[in-house]
């Protein structure tokens, strides 16, 4: 169990010279351990939103922040241009906490398709101070509507979330989908999927 | 842990007249319990695919095959159309073994968009007995790539693996996500998006 | 586990009229859910530090905030007067990211008794947009070092981590330890014992 | 938690160089991995019921299908000659679900000595297309009530079920477990039990 | 997770009056609390050898000791008659140590049968404050190897672990296993096997 | 999951020379397992309890007894001189069940400060032969009440429970916490605290 072990922190120096890993990350040396290695900086360091959704996700997962080894919890800062969006996506590996730092979003996440009600959207506008919850590995998205930048910092249960972006996932792989089975899953025509493609 | 007890049914009775769900099922008196409690039939049983993907899964998972509550595994049956398409999903609290019962699939998933190599998709034509892995909460997809009738099994698990489809999930939710996000998101215009909608 | 299930939000009237806790809480009906049970509001309001600690500490855990059942994550909002102290204190159930949001502070956390080196402090000062992880269940404190106030957001590892204060675990409990095992405890006169809990 | 980390397959040279293995096993680095790391082929391929019992199991656990490694499911194909036995055994370590594929099977499990009521046998006869639940770590068996070959489809809750045949555990031992104490527990002379060992 | 909730009584009367369990046992209200909900006597109470094996077995799960509801942990008194045995048998949810507190044990558990080595036996004589360790749902026994009565205590690693008496499991079910399968899967002659289920 | 592997033993050669650990124990080659290595001997030996508390615990934790690696379970003796104390500690990762062997012990667990009702002693005389429950991670403590040795036998759900004991943990530290913070968190003088602290 995750609980089972007091801190195992990622021994970096065996890792790179091994290039070996195992189901998680190999233990520093208990003697070794010092206060820096539970300690980050950064998390109010704004994000470049200069890209085409107006948006900046900034990870604090395991790989960068390697006291969370096995500890089941991780975080994010998102910051949001004026009108950005942080697309939909899902975490494979976590349930999600987001709380509005600044700004107003309109955020929402969707019902599996075999729940019922299936594909409902549930929806909210956050002001500063709100949050919402974003059930496990459901498809979700974050809207800012003001014309001033938003902030808001997401919460995991999980040291290595992941994040699966549905355009990129499904129309920006590598190698493509190909298009006749994303033209017959989105029911468009194959030139319809290749303009998507072409965008990722 | 699912493993803390011999076998817990769910006790229909009670829950239809509680209308209460509590985190699982209601557990049936173990002295009432019978070899039909364990049972499933109709595994054998093709689904209709007439439908515009061209297949049908038949689910067996905890709902509608109680046996499973608390065991941590369950089943579906897909059957193929020719040239049929089980589209792009994902499950989001299992794991998938699927093992190919009759015919040709060309199957694929894709990596999460922070792993690296980032949305990779790895893919491979299946034969007759062949299996492939699909890890938890990753997008995949099969296609029949003959012109007969194929069928494939898979295995999840979790009890209760759950099905996002992602066409449904994004453009064919209710009520629906508004066109601008989706815009944005795809990066193509509310009109093309707006079509993709119609189709759901 | 507790992703086996989509989201399970604790249905107020069933526990209330029924005075019956299960392991977890009572599921609400998919068909009654909506954003509002997703909802938080409230984490940009300061808790009254007007008390001798000179902090307050806001919990969002699964009893106040219902949407976190299951989902192995929940926060608090910690605020701290000038020189104010959260003092020293364990969460039974729950690893924590701590994250200064405003001002300075000290932070810290003791490494167990039979663990090699034994009863570590491991200590660091932060400033806004720091972060430190106190791993499960260890003794850790934050104090102000600043004349101004300052603000801290957690996140746990548990929808309901708990919380051992020290000097109330031990001296403040209903009824009282006996003064004669405190004081071999803590090798002092029972005299100072009793001084001690006459503050709690 | 086995859901922490994306896909982790064993790096076999690295095993192999090392003779190590941790409490899993070591993951290839995610840049070499391919689509055949997630492939299996023969689970159509008959196996050789020419003995004693006229079953024969083929596993398709961690050890041989690699890719299985932390996802917590795997399969097994039985085949029966006709009339053939699969003996009492249990698993250790998983739930299974067995699906007849071809034939008529008469299968079942025996609730705990503990179990109130204890040592139930719970049974029934399968028809293809049948299935049934064999609940984490009781014993149970299938027996082909018929005069042709039949075939089902294990499925696992475990990435390493391991199998224990109640006849080769007692009495198949290396060294054997001395004949007083097996004739004292089955309440039979030593010559009876020597004569079930001669067997194994 | 068994450790997200403090401490979580069985309310008895809630479930006589009701018939009904849930995957676990309904908790008391912690107001109601009292030190006696934690307490068990009668550890040191030998229980009654005078029975063919010359063994008892004293279990304190969480069927007779409510407190441990949640809590993933139990224990068993076992006395020993002169020569007495507690037969082959297993935990189908628990893991074992076993440690002797008066007499002298002969104490062996066997590895699985796909293990390798399979189907080992690992045994040992064990004296006074000796202890050894069972693994999860592996077959084990312990013989008392003196003149004088043996006590052990054993521990456990489930509130629940269950008990699998290979002998009552295989020969003494309700209904019986059928002849034609006991006498093929132990390779002896059905009357044989006849003899050993007159036992039971 | 623990449950996972069959038995998996720490390989002491392979730990020191490559001065690694990983999340766990490396393990031993299972043709290698003998006998020895479930075994433990010495849990009759008593502690010496010349010391100021009048008390000593000798752990059979995985560290002293690696057999115990991923099985979840460990012990420890506890020895108590005529009126010894086992100070006010908590174990981070498993709850307990404490069986007195000999004496007579006055034994208190307190609940959690967040917990209605908060800061609870719960606590009970015991005789040889009583159990008493301590949930994990709480504040417990044993005292022997007689003018003759006891002894208990400590019960723990996890192979590493590990063990803060208060005193040491808050004024015995290493470098010590500053007297500032505890002189606010105890709400008494500095020197008072640095009276304390000097003890340890």
């Known amino acids: 169990m995750s609980h089972c072990y007091l801190q195992c922190l990622r021994f970096s120096n065996v890792l790179s010279n091994h290039a070996v890993s195992v189901n998680g990350y190999v233990c520093k040396d208990p003697n070794l351990v010092q206060a820096d290695d539970f300690f980050l900086s ?42 950005g969006l942080n697309p939909p996506h899902y975490h494979p590996r976590a349930s999600e906490i987001l709380t509005v730092l600044e700004g107003t979003l309109e955020v929402g996440f969707v019902t599996s398709s075999t729940y019922n009600p299936a594909n409902q959207l549930i929806s909210k506008v956050l002001q500063k101070g ?37 355009a990129n996932t499904v129309f920006g792989t590598n190698p493509e989908i190909p298009s006749y089975i994303l033209a017959k899953a989105f029911q468009v025509s194959k030139s319809v999927i290749k303009e998507i493609q072409s965008q990722f």
Chains 1, 2, 3, 4, 5, 6 share one sequence.
């Open 42 to 83: 950064g998390v109010n360091v704004p994000g470049n939103t200069s890209n085409a959704l107006g948006s900046y996700v900034t990870h604090f997962f395991v790989a960068n922040y390697p006291a969370l080894n096995t500890l089941s919890v991780s975080m994010a800062r998102i910051d949001y241009a004026p009108y």
């Open 130 to 166: 709100d949050a919402f919850v974003f059930p496990e590995a459901l498809v979700h998205f974050q809207q800012n509507l003001g014309h001033s930048p938003a902030v808001a910092l997401a919460t995991f249960s999980s040291q290595n979330p992941d994040v699966n972006t549905i």
